[in-house]
């Protein structure tokens, strides 16, 4: 148990709807970062959080946004679902901005 | 570019040793990562490499050659639970630290 928590575990939706991820890091940590794994791709790098403050943006699309609250969970919405969204999302954590990740157990999202 | 490459699949016998390449050819690297993942769970994190050298850690060790852009996860006395996919991934480090991952190489230990 690497101490991040994830929820749902599960999401099956249909295309078109809106959804929220929710991830809590491990106690202490500030950063959070955000994960796109799709079947048969490797992780694909979302966006960063450190302690509130958007820190860096990968691939991640217009339709999807995140946040970190003053509690330092954060939370990654998908909007206007597509097929193609279907997918494991991670999230991870680590102390800083330069230390190991230690990721959570995903959702995995199903869109139909 | 920031690419990073490595098998898709490797297959070993349960005792034995493997070694999984990983080459990228990016700059801006400024360490490799090597997670453990098993199917539809969370990657684990084994080893981060900054300098060039083995870093050894029980049955698993690590090598990086930064000026070859080469590391390699070498796992000793294979076990069944052992079978899983690994992930190389860089850090790279533009004031944060962003993983760029690797698709993994999925290893099968036979008995």
């Known amino acids: 148990d690497s101490g991040v928590t994830q929820t749902p575990k599960h999401l099956i939706t249909a295309t078109g709807q809106r959804v929220t991820l929710r991830c809590s890091p491990r106690?202490?940590?500030?950063?959070v970062y955000w994960y796109q794994q799709s079947l048969d791709q490797g992780l694909q790098f979302l966006i960063q959080?450190?302690?509130?403050?958007?820190?860096a943006k990968g691939n991640i699309l217009e339709r999807f946004s995140a946040q970190q609250f003053p509690d330092l969970h954060s939370e990654l919405n998908l909007s206007s679902l597509e097929l193609g969204d279907s997918a494991l999302y991670f999230c991870?954590?680590?102390?800083?901005?330069?230390?190991?990740?230690?990721f959570g157990p995903g959702t995995r999202l199903t869109v139909t | 570019g920031q690419n990073i490459d490595q098998p898709t699949e490797m297959t070993a016998t349960e005792g034995a040793i493997v070694q999984i390449n990983c080459t990228y050819q990016?700059?801006?690297?400024?360490?490799l990562f090597w997670y453990q993942q098993h199917a539809g769970e969370a990657p684990t994190f084994l080893s981060y490499?900054?300098?060039?050298g083995l870093e050894e850690k029980g049955r698993f060790s690590s090598f990086l050659s930064r000026s070859k852009g080469y590391s390699y996860l070498l796992l000793k006395e294979l076990q069944m639970k052992d079978s899983a996919s690994y992930l190389c991934a860089g850090g790279l480090n533009t004031g944060f630290q962003k993983l760029v991952f690797g698709t993994g190489t999925r290893l099968l230990v036979s008995p």
């Open positions: 990016t700059s801006g690297f400024n360490g």
């Open positions: 959080y450190y302690n509130g403050e958007e820190r």
């Open positions: 991870a954590s680590s102390a800083g901005t330069a230390n190991e990740q230690y």
């Open positions: 106690s202490g940590d500030l950063s």
């Open positions: 490499n900054v300098l060039d």
